[in-house]
């Protein structure tokens, strides 16, 4: 039992989500908590002792001494109630910007093998719960020390009252981690239920057009029943156990207290005990029953927790062979030179880069071409450090993309995507994400084309982006989506098909951004349009994972057959 918890302890600090100015006031306030605790049993039996012998002043004294222990014992649980306040707040920030930190910094396979379900969940429910784990490991420390005080001095009172109130404590302890690892274990089982029904939900929201076009939604609350069905099954089996740690492990020490209560009184009966001795035993083993049913609902909460300690290990200890890692070279004076060395890459099993070399200039506009599936994409991703790749190397200003920080590196390469993402904010916090100078702001969207049509609408700047900004079209959140781009004042911009879906007039618009843009940075754009084909400086044409071609679009027209069947 004891292996079992300290491992959560220790999981728990090895995510570094503590504060130790924090955590020593947390245990500070506790100790002198159940230490003034401690004293109050004591002080009750004195001024029944003296008041019994008509010893009237005592009287007097031990009164005011349990007055005065008493207030010290409030002080000492508001202090304890503030520092485990402010150590909370402190962990559940730290644990969020943790799980944060590591999903941005992993690969694509990343959510694959985790569910975003499961690391939503995580992230908001059990973070909520994990953070309380510091107050309940001091607080069962500080309650297991004061069940020991207050049991030797019972053995120091009545052997066989001591020895009563020892047993019954092992066998409730015995008890309580016997059921609470079996309920541990099925509360497991009903969050990956829960876990699947988030996940469904999820996915019925972002299919909610396919559903009602084709009548899905029988088939869907046919899933959603199985889930739930499961989800019961092991919720009930949890439930079990679960009332046996509040139902019946707290009978065990109650059996006691009438066992005592038995024997003290026939000692009393017979001479050998005064009545003081009777309120000071009482008390220390109302103390101890008390004190361990504070003690066991601290570890029942660590226990249920364990789980939450498990899920957030899980996420921050994540491991990949693809494990994105970067260097210590913080050089940010880049110039926008791009080299494939050599390079290959295996997707599950199956090989989509070949050995692939080739150079890209500064402030040039480079188009990516080929059908669908030769392995643009994979240029891209592993540009972005989406990806490892299995041999070759990378360069960026002579430089193997390794070995630059994430911060420089990060903020040196970015992409448009075809459908960029916009968060639920105003325009202006949404590029405020990357720069939230105003000004810069509105000379990136004069950049982008976009400004004239912000200042129209009523809010301007202002205006709340709802839904992945379905308030507005396609076209003008691409353009946003590029001066967000802008505003990260990266060297090298990657364009992935970002006119595919946009109209002629908007396609003309980004057409001739692009032409002022190559003028500052190195541009890629893959593309399947010919006219952005002809646009570029260079065109790079690849098939089946292999660079099949390489030159201008007039070059390549007379002496390229792959290019030349991309034409037609």
């Avoid at 009563?164 to 609470?180: C, E, P, R």
């Avoid at 040039?364 to 972005?384: D, P």
């Avoid at 084909?533 to 994972?545: R, Y």
């Amino acid at each position: 039992m004891i292996k079992r918890y300290y491992i959560i302890i220790k999981k728990f600090f090895s995510f570094g989500a503590y504060n130790k100015k924090l955590l020593f006031h947390l245990m500070f306030s506790a100790t002198l908590r159940s230490a003034t605790l401690l004293i109050l049993p004591f002080m009750a039996s004195q001024i029944v002792e003296y008041i019994t012998n008509g010893n009237y002043k005592a009287t007097v004294i031990s009164a005011v001494i349990f007055f005065i222990s008493s207030i010290i014992y409030v002080l000492c649980h508001h202090y304890n109630f503030v520092a485990y306040a402010n150590n909370s707040i402190f962990t559940h920030n730290k644990l969020q910007e943790l799980i944060l930190g590591k999903v941005t910094l992993y690969d694509e396979n990343f959510t694959k093998t985790i569910p975003t379900s499961y690391i939503v969940n995580t992230a908001y429910n059990d973070v909520g719960k994990v953070m309380q784990i510091p107050d309940l490991t001091f607080d069962a420390i500080t309650e297991f020390i004061s069940i020991f005080v207050a049991m030797i001095i019972l053995f120091t009172v009545n052997i066989y009252i001591g020895l009563a109130a020892f047993i019954l404590t092992i066998i409730s302890l015995y008890s309580l981690g016997k059921n609470m690892q079996k309920r541990d274990y099925y509360l497991s089982g009903q969050l990956k239920h829960q876990d699947s029904i988030s996940s469904l939900m999820g996915q019925v929201l972002d299919g909610n057009k396919e559903i009602k076009s084709f009548n899905m939604k029988d088939e869907l609350n046919g899933y959603l029943e199985n889930y739930k069905k499961l989800w019961r099954k092991e919720y009930f089996k949890k439930r079990k156990y679960n009332d046996n740690v509040y139902v019946f492990v707290p009978t065990i020490l109650g059996f006691g207290k009438i066992f005592v209560y038995f024997v003290l009184i026939s000692l009393i009966l017979q001479g050998q005990y005064q009545v003081a001795t009777l309120v000071l035993v009482i008390g220390y083993y109302d103390n101890i029953q008390t004190e361990f049913e504070k003690f066991y609902d601290k570890l029942n909460s660590m226990s249920s927790y364990s789980t939450g300690v498990d899920r957030i290990h899980k996420i921050l200890n994540y491991k990949t062979q693809n494990m994105l890692e970067f260097g210590n070279n913080n050089k940010d004076n880049i110039k926008g030179r791009v080299e494939f060395k050599n390079v290959s890459f295996t997707y599950e099993e199956q090989e989509v880069m070949k050995n692939m070399s080739f150079e890209i200039k500064p402030q040039t506009f480079t188009a990516i071409v080929g059908k669908s599936g030769s392995g643009k994409s994979t240029i891209f991703r592993l540009l972005l450090r989406l990806y490892k790749a299995d041999s070759g190397t990378i360069l960026l200003d002579d430089e193997d993309i390794c070995n630059y920080t994430k911060e420089v590196y990060s903020s040196n390469v970015s992409i448009v995507t075809q459908k960029p993402f916009i968060f639920d904010m105003s325009i202006r916090e949404n590029l405020g994400l990357v720069d939230s100078n105003h000004k810069r702001q509105i000379e990136a969207c004069k950049r982008a084309g976009i400004h004239d049509y912000i200042m129209s609408l009523k809010s301007g700047y202002n205006t709340k982006l709802v839904g992945d900004a379905e308030n507005i079209s396609s076209g003008q959140k691409q353009l946003i989506a590029l001066a967000r781009t802008l505003l990260s004042k990266s060297e090298v911009l990657l364009f992935d098909e970002v006119t595919s879906a946009l109209d002629m007039n908007v396609s003309k618009q980004i057409m001739e951004i692009l032409k002022d843009l190559k003028k500052d940075h190195t541009i890629l754009m893959i593309t399947h349009k010919p006219a952005l084909m002809k646009l570029a400086d260079e065109i790079i044409v690849i098939d089946h994972g292999k660079l099949v071609g390489k030159g201008t679009h007039a070059e390549l027209m007379k002496n390229n057959k792959y290019y030349q069947l991309l034409q037609k």
